[in-house]
């Protein structure tokens, strides 16, 4: 409705609307919207409750080092809490945890990079606890890269690891 509405106040109200560059432009925009939209209400439908794709990818597998890197085995996810000391924890910081969190935020990003972590960061409000999530082909390895985590490591939070199921992600197909 607001394309149509646009359109033809471009083609009625605009100073070049009956140009013949003009009407070629908005010729075109009008049918690549009307394809698109027939292109998307002819799609396969799927039934309701069902999701697009099975979450194939979730299944849990033994890694094995000596067959490729960990991208080319089904790899779990795995959600990982760092439970603050306290409330207002971001707020109260002593240097020493400042510290310590910046080593954190180093060790998260060589995650990232690595393709190892989806996401991570804290919640906000009176209690901060850090939330990531990330991929491992098993829980005895997903121990092992929360083990290597400086602020757990140092004691600076509690650390709970859970295995998780990533269900929707806006942009995966």
Known sequence: ???????????????DGHTPWALALYAASALTVAGLTAARLAGPRQPAGRPARPLEHCRLARFDPDHGDHHAWPMAEWIYFLHPPRDNFAATMTDEERAAF??????????LADGVLVLAGPTLGPVNTGIGIFEAPDEETAQRIIA??????????????????????????
Request: cysteine-free.
């Open 148 to 173: 290597d985590d400086p602020v757990a490591r140092g004691g600076f939070a509690r650390a709970e690891l859970r295995p998780y199921q990533l269900g929707f992600l806006r942009g995966r197909d």
């Open 102 to 111: 910046a080593a954190h935020a180093a060790w998260l990003g060589r995650l």
């Open 1 to 15: 409705m607001v394309y149509a509405a646009a359109t033809l106040h471009g083609l009625q109200a605009g100073s």
